[in-house]
């Protein structure tokens, strides 16, 4: 049950409704989805599910059938599991009088219409954002800071490749030093170069009309990221004068 919010949480419409703000939207749907963040309500707004009205400064009010409208995605997603478009089209379909059912759950014909994935489910190679959060033991406000910075990127999914639970942990290691997000935005932008300079070597492989060097890519990407990650820890090392165990 989505709480209704009362007093000055909005300001007044003609029928007699509230708009709010995307904080008092929060925390309406937080009962029912307590994983349920800033970002994926920014992210849903993005992707069409919903289109709140603006003030004239640009900030964002929810009228209750927006609030209705997010709740409603976000029980498809976590009953059926549906991709994004599929979701649209359903409420599309409702808001125009219809009564359209439901695919069923992990219908593959409905996902390879919508041309998305799936929302998944945990796995080795990806966690949703309560894994994460459970993982590297920190909290929704730090991770939506480091996503700030974009030290963290979610997938369009909102899951997030395992890798992320190692940065998420170094970075909270560098945070009990003093080194604020702020501060590593240059690591960010160093490891993004080292990265982009792999791709140039690699990318003439991945369009090799032979299949076997097409495969080649991916090992060679492995050891040229290997051996980068090894020359930063040795210049790291040499420039600071000391060994590493």
């Given at each position: 049950?989505?709480?209704?919010?009362?007093g000055?949480?909005?300001?007044?419409?003609?029928g007699?409704?509230r708009?709010?703000?995307?904080?008092?939207?929060?925390?309406q749907?937080?009962?029912?989805f307590?994983?349920?963040?800033?970002?994926?309500i920014r992210?849903?707004e993005?992707e069409g599910?919903?289109?709140?009205?603006r003030?004239?400064?640009?900030?964002?009010?929810?009228s209750?059938?927006?609030?209705?409208?997010?709740?409603?995605v976000l029980?498809?997603?976590?009953?059926?599991?549906?991709?994004?478009?599929?979701?649209?089209e359903?409420?599309?379909?409702?808001g125009?009088?219809e009564?359209?059912?439901?695919p069923p759950q992990g219908?593959?014909?409905?996902?390879?219409?919508?041309?998305?994935l799936?929302?998944?489910r945990?796995?080795a190679?990806?966690?949703?954002?309560?894994?994460?959060?459970?993982?590297a033991?920190?909290?929704?406000?730090?991770l939506?800071?480091?996503e700030?910075?974009g030290?963290?990127?979610?997938?369009?999914?909102?899951g997030?490749d395992a890798?992320?639970?190692?940065v998420?942990?170094?970075?909270?290691?560098?945070?009990?030093?003093?080194?604020?997000?702020?501060?590593l935005?240059?690591?960010k932008?160093?490891?993004?170069?080292?990265?982009?300079?792999?791709?140039?070597?690699v990318?003439?492989l991945?369009?090799?009309?032979?299949?076997?060097?097409?495969?080649?890519?991916?090992?060679?990407?492995?050891?040229?990221?290997a051996?980068?990650v090894?020359?930063?820890?040795?210049?790291?090392?040499?420039?600071l004068?000391?060994?590493?165990?």
């Open positions: 049950m989505l709480r209704t919010p009362t000055g949480a909005g300001h007044g419409t003609a007699g409704n708009l709010v703000s995307i904080g008092s939207v929060l925390a749907l937080r009962d029912e307590p994983e349920v963040t800033i970002s994926k992210f849903l993005a599910l919903v289109e709140p009205q003030t004239p400064s640009g900030y964002r009010k929810f209750p059938e927006d609030v209705e409208r997010l709740a409603q029980r498809m997603q976590r009953d059926h599991y549906l991709p994004l478009k599929v979701i649209r359903h409420l599309d379909a409702l125009r009088g009564e359209p059912s439901l219908a593959p014909g409905e996902a390879a219409a919508a041309g998305e799936q929302p998944e945990p796995t190679a990806r966690v949703g954002r309560a894994e994460l959060l459970a993982a033991e920190v909290t929704e406000e730090e939506d800071e480091w700030s910075y030290l963290i990127t979610p997938a369009a999914d909102e997030y890798e992320s639970v190692t998420a942990k170094l970075i909270a290691d560098l945070g009990r030093f003093g080194l604020e997000p702020r501060h935005r240059a690591m932008a160093a490891a993004d170069r080292e990265a982009g300079l792999v791709e140039q070597v990318a003439p991945r369009r090799h009309r032979n299949p076997q060097t097409r495969a080649h890519a991916e090992a060679t990407t492995k050891e040229l990221a051996l980068s090894r020359l930063h820890a040795a210049l790291v090392q040499t420039a004068g000391v060994r590493l165990p």
